[in-house]
């Protein structure tokens, strides 16, 4: 049980691993509060999905617990919740109409009704069948083989005391009756006003457009009155203007119906308009829980600021307790971070303050213009860097122009990546250091202060006292980020690893990517050209670039 009686759901330290050993969802703490609307925010494979599929019960949690009311619901079933989930792809039924499409499942529905005896009094028994359940978690537990034998212990602790209450607690007993058809009708009735379709419900579906269908998909959740709604990618197989429209009028359904909402996106703006609180996620972890504002305005990493909205990010230093130095100029800051920490700095667009040319803390030249409707969006060069503006005044191309940026619109985020650190790394009989099983060139006489490599491939010591054999030697790779190349022809003879782009942030004048190989080993690099995601590149790490430390004494090694 959870304390907190505002919580509608709550996830407690839920993790997903499915049988290939992808890690889906890593430790997700969060609650949802009773009546939010709570929208899972990040790019595709990420695991938005994947939680509200465990939410709704269609996935079990291989860790952890979800609590719904502050009941532990981690393995009921999807019927025993109180949940209903709308899809992307809506699947209604095209020999039905509008009405019996929303009515399909209140007619299969049957709704319990408590017995009593002659006597007035409620008949009461052991429920069994909640024994069965309780009987069956324990068995998953057991076999689970994710968690820890503490873990486990507790768990099983837990469930066997639930087990006896079962079986010593007399409880109500029902019987269950079908709706009547007057109360289907007025049930669908209901549920066809809020998605303002009361008009239609003759029509066949077929002959609705794809925002009506939706609409339909979602009556037939809401018809069912459930305490939570579930909504994964509602709106993503609808054109732009009606999805507009529709984000709207959901938000407008949410307040109706006062029910909670779990919303599904990869689109920034539909969250930023839509949601109360926001969870952003990037491969099965959360970045940051926050409201919409709070997550525009104080994003925790350049991840975050990249993803929620335009935005310029550099490579800064601070300078002193007030001062961070980027775009080659000292700017005043309110963040506190050790001197001469290299750091991530977030500027918004809109918060790039144009100034007549040297009357501003910089100068730059506007080298691109794009009017998006209310403002302009402007590419500004200060020396190789890029500089995005908002304004809504008129500037002409090719001049220079000052710019002001005051210290509540810096963001200074600690660097989420300098260096690449391979910590099962070893070394082969030729003296590469095998990162992700490929060789790469490497000065091993880093290991031992002046030592040499013999003609027999042996480090020898300075004095020639003392000889090592560091074939499989364990060790820890270093390659800071600067120093890995990406390599476009995959032919060349450079080419050391091939991977995948996986990630692409723009800092400013240059990009920082991962390539991760089909091993999973990730290589972080930077670059000033382009890529797209899932491109296919080489990674050349030059032999001088790496740095190796040995996990046991070298003495281990002596031969
Ligand atoms: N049934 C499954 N078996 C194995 N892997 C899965 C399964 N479902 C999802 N995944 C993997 O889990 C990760 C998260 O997927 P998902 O939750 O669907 O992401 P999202 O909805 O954010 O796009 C992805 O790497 C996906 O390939
Ligand atoms: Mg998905």
């Given at each position: 049980?959870?304390?907190?009686?505002?919580?509608?759901?709550?996830?407690?330290?839920?993790?997903?691993?499915?049988?290939?050993?992808?890690?889906?969802?890593?430790?997700?703490?969060?609650?949802?509060?009773?009546?939010?609307?709570?929208?899972?925010?990040?790019?595709?494979?990420?695991?938005?999905?994947?939680?509200?599929?465990?939410?709704?019960?269609?996935?079990?949690?291989?860790k952890g617990e979800i609590y719904l009311n502050g009941k532990d619901i981690s393995n009921m079933p999807p019927n025993k919740r109180p949940?209903?989930?709308?899809?992307?792809?809506?699947?209604?039924?095209?020999?039905?109409?509008?009405?019996?499409?929303?009515?399909?499942?209140?007619?299969?529905?049957?709704?319990?009704?408590?017995?009593?005896?002659?006597?007035?009094?409620?008949?009461?028994?052991?429920?069994?069948?909640?024994?069965?359940?309780?009987?069956?978690?324990?068995?998953?537990?057991?076999?689970?083989?994710?968690?820890?034998?503490?873990?486990?212990?507790?768990k099983l602790e837990d469930l066997n005391s639930r087990l006896k209450v079962a079986l010593t607690t007399l409880e109500p007993t029902y019987?269950?009756?079908?709706?009547?058809?007057?109360?289907?009708?007025?049930?669908?009735?209901?549920?066809?006003?809020?998605?303002?379709?009361?008009?239609?419900?003759?029509?066949?579906?077929?002959?609705?457009?794809?925002?009506?269908?939706?609409?339909?998909?979602?009556?037939?959740?809401?018809?069912?009155?459930?305490?939570?709604?579930?909504?994964?990618?509602?709106?993503?197989?609808?054109?732009?203007?009606?999805?507009?429209?529709?984000?709207?009028?959901?938000?407008?359904?949410?307040?109706?119906?006062?029910?909670?909402?779990?919303?599904?996106?990869?689109?920034?703006?539909?969250?930023?308009?839509?949601?109360?609180?926001?969870?952003?996620?990037?491969?099965?972890?959360?970045?940051?829980?926050?409201?919409?504002?709070?997550?525009?305005?104080?994003?925790?990493?350049?991840?975050?600021?990249?993803?929620?909205?335009?935005?310029?990010?550099?490579?800064?230093?601070?300078?002193?307790?007030?001062?961070?130095?980027?775009?080659?100029?000292?700017?005043?800051?309110?963040?506190?971070?050790?001197?001469?920490?290299?750091?991530?700095?977030?500027?918004?667009?809109?918060?790039?303050?144009?100034?007549?040319?040297?009357?501003?803390?910089?100068?730059?030249?506007?080298?691109?213009?794009?009017?998006?409707?209310?403002?302009?969006?402007?590419?500004?060069?200060?020396?190789?860097?890029?500089?995005?503006?908002?304004?809504?005044?008129?500037?002409?191309?090719?001049?220079?122009?000052?710019?002001?940026?005051?210290?509540?619109?810096?963001?200074?985020?600690?660097?989420?990546?300098?260096?690449?650190?391979?910590?099962?790394?070893?070394?082969?009989?030729?003296?590469?250091?095998?990162?992700?099983?490929?060789?790469?060139?490497?000065?091993?006489?880093?290991?031992?202060?002046?030592?040499?490599?013999?003609?027999?491939?042996?480090?020898?010591?300075?004095?020639?006292?003392?000889?090592?054999?560091?074939?499989?030697?364990?060790v820890v790779a270093e390659v800071s980020i600067e120093k890995v190349e990406i390599i476009d022809d995959l032919e060349s003879k450079e080419?050391?690893?091939?991977?995948?782009?996986?990630?692409?942030?723009?800092?400013?004048?240059?990009?920082?990517?991962?390539?991760?190989?089909?091993?999973?080993?990730?290589?972080?690099?930077?670059?000033?050209?382009?890529?797209?995601?899932?491109?296919?590149?080489?990674?050349?790490?030059?032999?001088?670039?790496?740095?190796?430390?040995?996990?046991?004494?070298?003495?281990?090694?002596?031969?």
């Amino acid at each position: 049980m959870t304390d907190n009686n505002d919580y509608i759901i709550e996830l407690k330290n839920v993790s997903k691993i499915f049988d290939d050993d992808t890690i889906a969802v890593d430790n997700f703490n969060f609650y949802v509060r009773k009546g939010e609307f709570v929208t899972f925010l990040g790019p595709s494979g990420c695991g938005k999905s994947t939680t509200l599929r465990m939410i709704a019960g269609f996935e079990f949690p291989t860790k952890g617990e979800i609590y719904l009311n502050g009941k532990d619901i981690s393995n009921m079933p999807p019927n025993k919740r109180p949940i209903n989930m709308v899809f992307q792809r809506y699947a209604l039924f095209p020999h039905l109409d509008v009405f019996e499409n929303v009515a399909f499942g209140l007619r299969l529905k049957k709704i319990p009704i408590q017995k009593f005896a002659k006597d007035g009094k409620p008949i009461l028994k052991i429920n069994k069948k909640k024994a069965k359940e309780i009987n069956e978690e324990i068995k998953l537990t057991k076999k689970n083989k994710h968690l820890t034998k503490e873990e486990k212990e507790a768990k099983l602790e837990d469930l066997n005391s639930r087990l006896k209450v079962a079986l010593t607690t007399l409880e109500p007993t029902y019987k269950y009756k079908k709706l009547s058809n007057e109360e289907i009708s007025k049930k669908v009735a209901r549920a066809l006003k809020i998605v303002d379709l009361d008009s239609l419900e003759d029509r066949d579906v077929t002959t609705l457009s794809g925002g009506q269908q939706q609409r339909v998909a979602i009556a037939r959740a809401i018809v069912n009155e459930p305490a939570i709604l579930l909504l994964d990618e509602p709106l993503g197989a609808l054109d732009l203007k009606m999805r507009k429209d529709m984000q709207l009028e959901l938000k407008d359904m949410h307040e109706k119906l006062g029910i909670t909402f779990i919303y599904v996106t990869h689109d920034q703006e539909e969250a930023l308009t839509m949601s109360d609180t926001i969870v952003v996620m990037k491969d099965g972890v959360i970045q940051q829980i926050g409201k919409p504002k709070d997550i525009y305005d104080e994003p925790k990493n350049a991840f975050v600021a990249d993803f929620i909205g335009e935005s310029n990010i550099y490579n800064g230093t601070i300078i002193s307790s007030s001062k961070v130095r980027f775009l080659d100029h000292n700017f005043n800051c309110v963040d506190k971070f050790p001197l001469n920490e290299k750091v991530d700095v977030v500027v918004r667009p809109e918060d790039v303050i144009f100034k007549e040319k040297d009357e501003g803390m910089i100068n730059g030249v506007i080298i691109s213009k794009i009017f998006k409707g209310v403002n302009y969006q402007y590419t500004v060069m200060v020396g190789k860097n890029e500089v995005i503006v908002k304004s809504t005044q008129d500037y002409p191309l090719n001049v220079e122009i000052g710019m002001n940026i005051y210290k509540d619109s810096i963001h200074i985020m600690k660097k989420d990546f300098t260096t690449n650190i391979y910590t099962d790394a070893w070394i082969n009989k030729e003296n590469k250091v095998m990162i992700d099983d490929m060789p790469f060139d490497v000065d091993i006489t880093q290991l031992l202060k002046d030592s040499f490599v013999d003609e027999e491939g042996y480090l020898v010591s300075k004095d020639k006292k003392h000889r090592y054999d560091l074939n499989d030697a364990d060790v820890v790779a270093e390659v800071s980020i600067e120093k890995v190349e990406i390599i476009d022809d995959l032919e060349s003879k450079e080419v050391q690893a091939i991977g995948e782009i996986v990630d692409s942030v723009y800092k400013g004048d240059h990009y920082q990517l991962i390539v991760r190989t089909i091993n999973e080993e990730d290589f972080v690099l930077t670059t000033p050209y382009t890529y797209n995601l899932n491109d296919k590149v080489g990674i050349h790490i030059k032999k001088e670039d790496i740095k190796l430390r040995l996990k046991k004494e070298i003495s281990q090694y002596e031969n």
